[in-house]
T-cell receptor, first 114, second 115 residues
């Protein structure tokens, strides 16, 4: 049981390049989330999904796209990276059923955009 | 909208000192409240939670009580250890506008414990 895994762990991009971050969970959770963490700002929600094939915008969705083609995977895409997207990205998942449930986080992806 | 405010850090304490990290929230409904901890180089992990007013969450010597009247969920520990050095996030979870449940995080408070 690996929990929540993220690929890659580190990445450096040049402005304008594109990339996809992969999140995978093996806990059969319905809900999945992408956050970014910036100094002094805590975690901010980018996009989330309440089930396979569904996605919704969070607090800071601009410049990102997501897909949830399989229940266990949640992909975060940057079509044209900008220096403002330099951050640490965390994926999380949780079971459905109520807002008392805990979120389970991956180890993070550190992205630098030059 | 919902929000979480927690005390700014960093907080620096000596080993065995008493810890309080303040957290207050605003919410339209009746959220669940959480404290998450992030150790260096790792993702967040749940420390404790409380789901209704007057509930007390506790784990690893940490405690927090859900106070609806003061909209607070302060984190306390009687005697901190060097291994408690980490960033602590207060959070609330409530129903989102488009379905599902969203969690709102505070900015985080970094704790340094000196030996």
């Amino acid at each position: 049981n690996a929990g929540v895994t993220q690929t890659p762990k580190f990445r450096v991009l040049k402005t304008g390049q594109s990339m996809t971050l992969l999140c995978a969970q093996d806990m059969n959770h319905e809900y999945m989330y992408w956050y970014r963490q910036d100094p002094g700002m805590g975690l901010r929600l980018i996009h989330y999904s309440v089930g396979e094939g569904t996605t919704a915008k969070g607090e800071v969705p601009d410049g990102y796209n997501v897909s949830r083609l399989k229940k266990q995977n949640f992909l975060l895409g940057l079509e044209s990276a900008a220096p403002s997207q330099t951050s640490v990205y965390f994926c999380a998942s949780r079971p459905a059923g109520g807002f008392t449930d805990t979120q389970y986080f991956g180890p993070g992806t550190r992205l630098t955009v030059l | 909208g919902d929000s979480v405010t927690q005390m700014e850090g960093p907080v620096t304490l000596s080993e065995e000192a008493f810890l309080t990290i303040n957290c207050t929230y605003t919410a339209t409904g009746y959220p669940s409240l959480f404290w998450y901890v992030q150790y260096p180089g790792e993702g967040l992990q749940l420390l404790l939670k409380a789901t209704k007013a007057d509930d007390k969450g506790s784990n690893k010597g940490f405690e927090a009580t859900y106070r609806k009247e003061t909209t607070s969920f302060h984190l306390e520990k009687g005697s901190v250890q060097v291994s408690d050095s980490a960033v602590y996030f207060c959070a609330l979870s409530d129903r989102g506008n488009t379905g599902g449940f969203k969690t709102i995080f505070g900015a985080g408070t970094r704790l340094f414990v000196k030996a």
